[in-house]
């Protein structure tokens, strides 16, 4: 069976940069901005292998700032 | 860069923040386990559809601004004395359902009296209880659940037994009243544990609107500033060292 393929979108303003999605994401699509800060001077997640998303959600469950919106398409669709 | 813009569709969708967890940006520090529990609590109120009849109470600590961050009736009680307040709310509307959100300083040292004589009442509550093993909000100093030899400011040295006792297992304490129908020990440190959290509160809930008994859901949290750590480092410290002294799991299950 192919993989599920997914997409996150971060809300990179409420992001505080903790790096717990970067841990907790199995295929390591995330990773934190080196350089680039947001508004409130963190530097936030973004998505820098988006081609391996597998919409698990894992990203999302951990988030303590409820900053990720995770999305999904099965294979057979 | 990004060519799965696609996949973005609203029928796609499978996770988002909740409805009732609104926009304002949380005061807790990156990382905090806080911010977890706040979002499970406020995806358990809006999956139940009890938003209208759901009451908080939230005492000191760092959850005291719990108001802001979830779209539900907040009360603010003294410190410590958040079962007390949610004693007399839920007598006085019994089809509610009321929860107190309280630290380990707050619950375990400050309202330890309120907290033991509500759930040995058997108060229809859920009380969900944040245990960092320190005083996150006031600066980082020793509450009674510290570890023995942990560092915190007003026990530089690492705690002592002679000096400090030992740490409180509350939740095991709570376990033994015959007021309680569930007790359970959670922690939200991984996807796996964070789902079975959710359950947990779930339950608690339904406990609590069902006229059970006093639910209690300890989760096993991190202080990443308090512990002077980063947020991934202070899970893996939690556990290797919060598990062994505080072990997940229910602690108490009745039907």
Redesign the interface.
């Known amino acids: 069976m192919a993989k599920a393929k997914g997409a996150v979108e971060i809300n990179s303003e409420r992001c505080k940069g903790c790096d717990l999605c970067v841990v907790a994401c199995p295929v390591q699509v995330l990773s934190l901005q080196p350089k680039e800060v947001n508004n409130r001077g963190y530097h936030f997640a973004f998505a820098s292998n988006p081609q391996a998303c597998i919409g698990c959600a894992a990203c999302a469950a951990v988030c303590p700032d409820g900053c990720i919106a995770v999305y999904r398409i099965m294979p057979e669709r | 860069?990004?060519?799965?813009?696609y996949?973005?569709?609203p029928e796609?969708?499978?996770?988002?923040?909740?409805r009732l967890?609104n926009?304002n940006?949380?005061h807790?520090?990156?990382?905090?386990?806080?911010?977890?529990v706040h979002?499970l609590v406020a995806e358990v109120i809006e999956e139940m559809g009890v938003e209208h009849k759901t009451i908080g109470i939230a005492p000191v600590g760092c959850a005291v601004f719990a108001y802001n961050y979830i779209d539900i009736d907040w009360v603010e009680a003294a410190h410590g004395r958040a079962p007390a307040v949610a004693t007399a709310v839920r007598r006085l509307n019994p089809d509610r359902l009321v929860f107190t959100y309280q630290g380990d300083g707050d619950l375990a040292a400050i309202g330890t009296a309120e907290t033991i004589h509500a759930a040995n009442r058997g108060e229809n509550i859920t009380i969900i209880f944040i245990n960092n093993g320190i005083y996150g909000m006031t600066g980082g100093q020793m509450a009674p659940t510290t570890l023995e030899g942990m560092t915190t400011s007003t026990t530089p040295y690492g705690r002592r037994i002679d000096l400090n006792g030992y740490p409180l297992k509350i939740t095991e304490l709570l376990a033994q009243l015959p007021g309680t129908c569930y007790v359970t020990r959670q922690s939200?440190?991984?996807?796996a544990t964070?789902?079975k959290t959710k359950l947990a509160i779930r339950k608690a809930f339904e406990n609590s609107l069902a006229g059970k008994g006093t639910s209690v859901v300890e989760v096993v949290s991190t202080c990443n500033s308090g512990w002077k750590m980063?947020?991934?480092k202070a899970?893996e410290w939690m556990v290797e060292n919060m598990f062994p002294a505080y072990p997940p799991g229910d602690l108490k299950n009745e039907e």
């Open positions: 860069m990004e060519n799965n813009e996949i973005k569709r796609n969708l499978v996770y988002r923040k909740p967890l926009d940006n949380m807790y520090c990156p990382g905090c386990s806080h911010g977890v979002r939200v440190h991984t996807p964070v789902r980063s947020p991934a899970n």
